[in-house]
Structures are given as C-alpha cells and as structure tokens.
C-alpha cells in the first residue's frame, strides 16, 4: 500500500465521529471610521500613511525621498513618468535586487490591521514587494474593509496563483525581542490611502 | 546537535536554574510577550468567540480529516501542485532529497518550519552532501550556534544579544563587541540577500491549507519564505496533515488569532498564499503524518492535533519560562510539546508531561482551546501505567499508597514522622530528599490532628 493510502487509512479509521461545521459568525469592528482605523493600526505596525487626492501627490510625496538616480519600478500607467514596467518577467527576477523602490496597486486593505491584498497579477512578480529597498502600495480609500472576515468576503473564491496581505515593512524582534524594520524585505512601507 | 538524553527535564532545567539572573531575564522576557498577547487580546471584544469558533472548525475538520486530505489534494494537484505523501520523518527527508536530486540541487534556503524539525531534515540532508541554510533571523542565529531552537516562534530567545554578537563575528565577521540589534540584523540581511539570490531551491512550511482552493498559507514577519520561494527555481513546502482547514473564509478566524496570539501584532506582515506555480516552475507540497495519525485515535489526546503553532502556551508557562526551551528536548517545547512529543517516543519523552504545574494558563491563553493542562494530567497517568516513569516517582508513590491505604501504618508513620522531623532534622532536610530541594521542611507539629481530636472530643459527639 502507498504512503498516501496507509495515511488516508489510518486517519479515516482514528478520526472521531463527524461533527458540525460552525458558520463563521458575523463580527462587527468597533471603530466607525474605517480611513481613521486603518491609518492609526498601519502607523502602529511602522507603515506610512499618507491621504492624497491624486497620483501627482504621490510622487510629489515620494521624491522627497527618491531622486531619479534611484531605480524605481512599478505597473501602474499613471506612474510610468518616472517608474519603469520593462523588467517585470520571471527570467530577470534576480536583477530586481538593487531596486530601491516598487509601488504597487492594492486590492483593498484592511482597517483591523492594517494589511493590504496584493496578487500576482497586479505584482506582476511574485518577488517584487519583498526584493525591493522600499515599497509604497496605492491604496482607494473607498476599498477599506472593517475586519480579516470581510477581506475574505471580498476575496470570495476569486482565482490567483498567488495572493498576498501585506501589513507594515519587513521586520524582526529576534534578537532579545528588540523591534528592528527591514528584516529582509523591505525597510519601510508608505501607504497612499487615494481618493477625494 | 546538543541532545542529552540521558538527563530528563528536571535535570537541564535544574542546570538553567544555576545563573540566576539569566533565568530572570529570560522569565521577564517571555512574561513580556505575554502581555503584547493580552493586549492584543483585549482589544477585540468578540476574542472568546473568535476561539470557540476557531476551536469548532478545527474539530470538525478532525472529525473529516481522510475526505479533507483527498479533497485537499485533488484541488491542489488541479492547481499544478505536486503532492506527495510521507508516512514518517524519514519519508518526509527521502522525499525532498529526491526532489533535491532531480533538479541537481546542492545548496538549500529554507524558512521556519518546525516540521523539518522534527524530522531532522537539516541533519538528513548534510548527511547527504546538501547545505541547508535557515533564513529566518533566529533560526539562522541558532543554526551558527549548532544548536536547536528554543522556542517555535523566537527560535533564540534564550541567547542575549552579545552572545549573538559573538556568533556573528565567528561566523559573519562583523567586529567584536557590537551587539547591537539593528547592526547584527543588517548583516544577517546581507548575508542572506546572497543566499536568497543563489540557491535554485527554497523550502517553506506551511501554517493553513485549505481543502476547497488546494492553496496554503506561510505566515512571516520577515518576508524570507516569499524571498527563498520566488527567486528559486523549485519551492517545496512541508505541512503536517492537521494544518488542513476546510474553507478560504476560515482564514479569516484564523489569521485573526494566529499573530495576536503569538507576539501581540494584529497579523504578521506576510500572510502569502500559495495557489499555484509560480509561471514555469515546480511547487512541490509534502503532507506528512509522522504519528499524527495515531494521536487522532487517542481520544484524550488528539485535541493537541488542533494546534496552530503560535507559542502562547509557552510564553505563560512558569515552567516553560524558568527551565528554557532546550530543557525540553523536542522540536517543539512548553505545554504544547509535552502533549505532542509522547506521543511520537512516549519512553524519550516521558519526562514532559511532568515539566507542568498543571496551573492551566495555557489552556486559558490557547487560541484554539486546547484543554493542554488536563491532558498533561491525563499523559502522566498513561506514562506510569505503561512503566515508563521515573523510578523515584513510581518508589514514592508506591510507598505513598502503603501508608494512605492501611490507618495503622498512616498513624504510625505521622508520629515517626514527626519524631524525625524533630529529633533529628538534618535526615529529611538534606540533599537526598527531592522534596526539600527548593523549600524548607515545615516545623513538626506537637501531635497528629487524630491524637489532638480524640484528647479534645466531648463526649456527647
């Protein structure tokens, strides 16, 4: 008998008796003001939230920090003055080591903690938001859900190879619990809450 | 590997008890985190009903395991996944060596997984001429020192940070001395970064698999399972055959309570969901059981198969903060390891359920409700039935039973008792007897309660 079989033996033989599935109940988040929570817990797990109107606020925002010698890649049209699409295939995945910043469009986010949800397709590599030195995730402010439930409501049997939440710059507290940002991915994480 | 076998967990945590002020610290340290925990905790007023919940959906997908398994599995090779099946730890290891092979590959990058572990994969695959390097901070930290991890979620709790700076100037040549966080975490970055951009191969453990999308979920603070996984050209990943849970929106529970739980964060900042290939390349997924299975059919003890690895119980348990996890001689220590490792070696391993004082903090802080305290209580008496407790312990309750079963011999033992106590002290207050290792004998009273109550009755009573 294959391994596969024995264990599928095995367990159907010691599993107990069927019990019920539990519904998963309705929950509600506290705060009201989804933009206000969502901000106040992503500034706590050391993100940087910035509310702007439109996409030349982003980068008015960004080249305080970046100037045109830094490589900067990124998807979204709009940005495509200053941020360059070419490298994005899977065979060049390594050459992305020494990008300083990618920016990327968000799904929605979520205001209990802060995470956003990206996915491949709008990544276009899987390696982008954690190769790159810095990462700024464009967020509409109208796509803010309360609670994880709601993220998965929204998500619902939506197909993609591959999905991620993305809460707060790369970190570690592994040596005698000492909070350092920019583990092995990105040392900071700006997030741009857009819209009017 | 520093295995002792020999020495059983009162022994090693007797030996951690000889610095003092170490032990301190290391107590402060986890108390620490527990406190994160609670206020994470706190802040969500539906908490007892988001572990109930959690509780009830692990259960049930215990009580359907096999159909989850199979459902898990055609999903999953739907998806372009290659599952394979391994009964044992040694299986597990053949496995992913012969997938090592195949590719040609020499070097591996592997982020957390307490599974590989338990099988001693690190060991299996050196032996086979494969370097194996740890990405995760802690774990790379005590892999350098040639040593297992202490803790399933803070690998190196229990070195401080010089000792670290130590071993980073042994191994990774920053100067002797610095031992400050942020440095030694930058080097460890850099260090890593080549690794990352080098191995053709990465292997990942997984903390969710869902049985109706065949996608699973690795959960990282530090981005270094998605950084091995997407620049390799192979990713393996290994789980545990009751890390199944049945539905995407179970998730939602789940990653609710998993990071809160664990170090008091709201979620960890990855939570990556593996659905598919990457474009062009192979994603292999292990299922393992590795005795799981057996525990399933122990009815007092397959609760401890609902386990979502976040470390809560450990860093509650006094025992578990005052002896440090090396004490425990298993991947995975504290209250929770004690339930699981009997299970796997119950003769290895029968130390553990003892390393308990069965306060029952952590079932109270067990995201999933895992009654750990009763079923310490319960793996005990398992352990004397099957005669594989401490000689000492079986002598001393023997003797117990002598005395408690006949009156005669009770009363007759108090009054020796209390003569000795007495007369001559220094005969129970010695080394000798583990009883009065760390408290002092109470003063011998003048007379037995018996004696005191047949002298004072009235008569009308």
Known sequence: MSSRDQILTAVAQNQPPLTPLPEVPTFQLEAPDLVEKFSQVAVGIGSRVFRVKGYEEVQEILFHDFKANHRIISRVPELSSFADATLLEDRNRHQLANVDLAIVEAHFGVAENGACWVTEEVLGLRVVPFICQHLAILLPKDRLVPLMHDAYASIGSAEYGYGVFIAGPSKTADIEQSLVLGAHGPRTLTVFLMGQ | ?461
């Not at chain 2, 999308?213 to 091995?228: K, L, P, S």
């Not at chain 2, 009156?407 to 129970?428: C, D, E, I, N, Q």
Request: proline letters at 5%; aromatic letters at 8%.
């Open chain 2, 1 to 461: 590997m520093k295995t002792e076998p020999t020495k059983d967990h009162a022994a090693l945590a007797h030996r951690f008890n000889q610095d003092e002020p170490r032990v301190n610290w290391h107590d402060e340290t986890l108390w620490f985190i527990r406190e994160k925990r609670d206020r994470a905790a706190f802040a969500i007023p539906d908490w007892e009903l988001l572990r109930e919940t959690a509780s009830q959906i692990k259960f049930h997908t215990l009580s359907n395991l096999s159909q989850y398994l199979a459902q898990f599995e055609a999903n999953a090779q739907a998806n372009g996944i290659t599952v394979h099946w391994a009964a044992d730890a040694r299986e597990h290891n053949q496995i992913v060596h012969s997938i090592l092979q195949q590719h040609g590959v020499t070097q591996m990058v592997k982020s957390k997984s307490m599974l590989t572990e338990e099988c001693h994969l690190n060991d299996y695959l050196e032996q086979h001429g494969i370097e194996v390097i740890d990405s995760d901070l802690g774990e790379r930290i005590v892999q350098l020192a040639k040593e297992p991890p202490s803790h399933i979620v803070l690998p190196c709790i229990h070195l401080k940070k010089e000792e670290i700076g130590d071993i980073f100037h042994m191994h990774l040549g920053t100067q002797a001395g610095v031992a400050d966080p942020q440095i030694l975490t930058e080097t460890a970055r850099q260090h890593l970064r080549e690794t990352f951009l080098t191995r053709k191969a990465a292997l990942t453990g997984v903390n969710f698999a869902v049985a109706e999308t065949g996608e699973f979920v690795v959960c990282t603070n530090e981005g270094n399972a998605d950084m091995g996984a997407h620049l390799a050209d192979v990713h393996i990943a290994s789980m545990g055959i009751e890390k199944l849970i049945p539905r995407r929106a179970d998730l939602g529970v789940f990653l609710r309570l998993l990071t809160r739980s664990a170090t008091g964060q709201p979620i960890t900042t990855y939570s990556s969901h593996f659905k598919m290939p990457r474009p062009g390349h192979e994603l292999h997924l292990v299922l393992v059981d590795n005795g799981r299975s057996v525990q399933l059919g122990r009815e007092d003890f397959r609760n401890s198969l609902k386990c979502i690895r976040c470390g809560a119980c450990m860093n509650t348990c006094p025992v578990y903060r005052r002896s440090g996890g090396h004490s425990y001689q298993s991947a995975v220590a504290g209250p929770i390891g004690s339930i699981l490792a009997p299970n796997l070696d119950m003769k290895k391993h029968a130390d553990l359920p003892f390393a308990s004082t069965l306060c029952g903090s952590c079932s109270n802080v067990c995201p999933v409700k895992i009654d750990i305290h009763n079923q310490l209580y319960k793996w005990r008496q398992v352990i004397v039935r099957e005669g594989y407790a401490d000689p000492k312990k079986t002598v001393g309750m023997k003797a117990m039973n002598l005395v408690l079963s006949s009156p005669k011999t009770f009363t007759l033992s108090g009054k020796a008792g209390r003569w000795f106590m007495k007369t001559v002290p220094f005969l129970v207050s010695n080394k000798m007897n583990p009883w009065y290792k760390h408290r002092e004998m109470p003063q011998p009273p003048k007379e037995s309660f018996g004696e005191w109550y047949r002298k004072n009755r009235k008569p009308h009573e």
